[in-house]
């Protein structure tokens, strides 16, 4: 059994194929060679009459997916050119538009932690399963990077200013926020799961549900949409910071807080990507533009800076630069949406380079 294969744990049962990412110790954080193994299954399966239905899970207790190996790319920025990154993050991205069109059921277990690029390998699946114990975000304004991995197509799909609200802050929720985002589609109680699993082996996916699906814990989102709608929907992250930090709601106040210990650069070019989003229409071409965000992000210093403080040296204590969101021009964001050329990802076709209105 070869590095990647343990990594990536397949087996059929019944008409269901199964995939576990199985690399528990590091949260089944997301290598390119899991990327690969799990592609390649997904395209023998497709035409293989005898799978009906595609199940992702991740082993171990903790959750599904904690994101990308961020180690790896912090390593190869800093001491490679980058292509590494560049190669993993172009077959991520085909791998998230390759689940958002699998024409079969794709049942995705989001148990426990599923961030970053664990949303991309479940939350484009047609069938997205959280349970009490989910925690999901997108987190990366944290490490000086912006959500990926079709992240921003989803979240500038959720109701009102929610997506924004998440994006900038990264914040984690839980299985009624998430069904209220749109980023799940039933919950079911942690204790059902293997029972789920099994019955998936014989049963079609609607039936194995109405078996075990049942009521989320109450989420927070819902009781904040009057200030989160109010205040994001305000055209620069200055003027969002401002508006929270002039309400009268102190969760507002207390977001505002949190907006400004983030990447001032990556607030204003996630902000800009997700307000894009929601004109390109595809996900294929939200890709395109995320690749191209991502590969700019990888020549900054707040990416580095960002994985340094959270990851490697774990200080919590990152010096961004620049430091504020006053000093991050119109031209420095401008730049993460440039044209890559031939090296665009192209997955919307050879128009995928075309400007959006802003």
Same mark, same amino acid.
């Given at each position: 059994?070869?590095?990647?294969?343990?990594?990536?744990?397949?087996?059929?049962?019944?008409?269901?194929?199964?995939?576990?990412?199985?690399?528990?110790?590091?949260?089944?954080?997301?290598?390119?060679?899991?990327?690969?193994?799990?592609?390649?299954?997904?395209?023998?399966?497709?035409?293989?009459?005898?799978?009906?239905?595609?199940?992702?899970?991740?082993?171990?207790?903790?959750?599904?997916?904690?994101?990308?190996?961020?180690?790896?790319?912090?390593?190869?920025?800093?001491?490679?050119?980058?292509?590494?990154?560049?190669?993993?993050?172009?077959?991520?991205?085909?791998?998230?538009?390759?689940?958002?069109?699998?024409?079969?059921?794709?049942?995705?277990?989001?148990?426990?932690?599923?961030?970053?690029?664990?949303?991309?390998?479940?939350?484009?699946?047609?069938?997205?399963?959280?349970?009490?114990?989910?925690?999901?975000?997108?987190?990366?304004?944290?490490?000086?990077?912006?959500?990926?991995?079709?992240?921003?197509?989803?979240?500038?799909?959720?109701?009102?200013?929610?997506?924004?609200?998440?994006?900038?802050?990264?914040?984690?929720?839980?299985?009624?926020?998430?069904?209220?985002?749109?980023? @799940?589609?039933?919950? !079911?109680?942690?204790?059902?799961? +293997?029972?789920?699993? *099994?019955? =998936? &082996?014989?049963?079609?996916?609607? $039936?194995?549900?109405?078996?075990?699906?049942?009521?989320?814990?109450?989420?927070?989102?819902?009781?904040?949409?009057?200030?989160?709608?109010?205040?994001?929907?305000?055209?620069?992250?200055?003027?969002?910071?401002?508006?929270?930090?002039?309400?009268?709601?102190?969760?507002?106040?207390?977001?505002?807080?949190?907006?400004?210990?983030?990447?001032?650069?990556?607030?204003?070019?996630?902000?800009?990507?997700?307000?894009?989003?929601?004109?390109?229409? @595809?996900?294929?071409? !939200?890709?395109?533009?995320?690749? +191209?965000?991502?590969? *700019?992000? =990888? &020549?900054?210093?707040?990416?580095? $800076?960002?994985?340094?403080?959270?990851?490697?040296?774990?200080?919590?204590?990152?010096?961004?630069?620049?430091?504020?969101?006053?000093?991050?021009?119109?031209?420095?964001?401008?730049?993460?949406?440039?044209?890559?050329?031939?090296?665009?990802?192209?997955?919307?076709?050879?128009?995928?380079?075309?400007?959006?209105?802003?």
């Amino acid at each position: 059994m070869t590095g990647a294969e343990a990594s990536v744990l397949l087996h059929r049962t019944g008409r269901a194929a199964h995939i576990t990412l199985n690399r528990p110790k590091a949260l089944n954080a997301l290598s390119h060679e899991m990327v690969l193994r799990i592609a390649e299954a997904l395209t023998e399966w497709e035409d293989d009459p005898a799978v009906d239905t595609v199940v992702i899970t991740g082993a171990g207790a903790r959750g599904l997916c904690a994101g990308g190996d961020i180690r790896t790319i912090h390593h190869d920025a800093r001491t490679g050119d980058g292509t590494a990154s560049t190669a993993f993050w172009r077959d991520e991205y085909r791998l998230n538009a390759h689940i958002a069109r699998y024409p079969k059921p794709c049942v995705a277990v989001m148990d426990g932690i599923v961030m970053g690029g664990g949303v991309g390998v479940s939350a484009h699946g047609s069938v997205r399963i959280v349970t009490e114990r989910s925690r999901i975000a997108m987190p990366e304004t944290g490490i000086g990077f912006v959500p990926d991995v079709g992240g921003t197509y989803l979240l500038a799909l959720v109701p009102g200013e929610l997506g924004t609200h998440l994006a900038l802050t990264g914040s984690q929720i839980g299985a009624d926020d998430a069904l209220l985002c749109g980023l @799940a589609d039933h919950c !079911v109680p942690a204790d059902q799961l +293997r029972r789920l699993v *099994a019955d =998936l &082996a014989d049963l079609p996916v609607h $039936e194995a549900l109405t078996r075990h699906v049942g009521p989320a814990p109450e989420g927070n989102l819902a009781g904040h949409r009057e200030w989160i709608d109010a205040c994001y929907a305000a055209d620069t992250v200055e003027e969002i910071v401002q508006r929270l930090l002039a309400h009268g709601d102190p969760a507002a106040k207390e977001t505002a807080e949190t907006l400004l210990t983030k990447s001032p650069t990556a607030l204003k070019v996630a902000l800009k990507a997700l307000r894009r989003a929601r004109h390109l229409g @595809a996900l294929e071409r !939200v890709l395109d533009q995320e690749y +191209r965000v991502s590969c *700019a992000a =990888l &020549a900054t210093h707040d990416l580095l $800076e960002g994985i340094r403080a959270q990851v490697i040296d774990k200080d919590r204590d990152p010096h961004w630069d620049p430091a504020t969101l006053a000093e991050v021009t119109d031209a420095d964001v401008a730049r993460f949406f440039t044209s890559l050329g031939e090296r665009e990802l192209g997955l919307a076709g050879p128009d995928t380079a075309q400007e959006v209105a802003w």
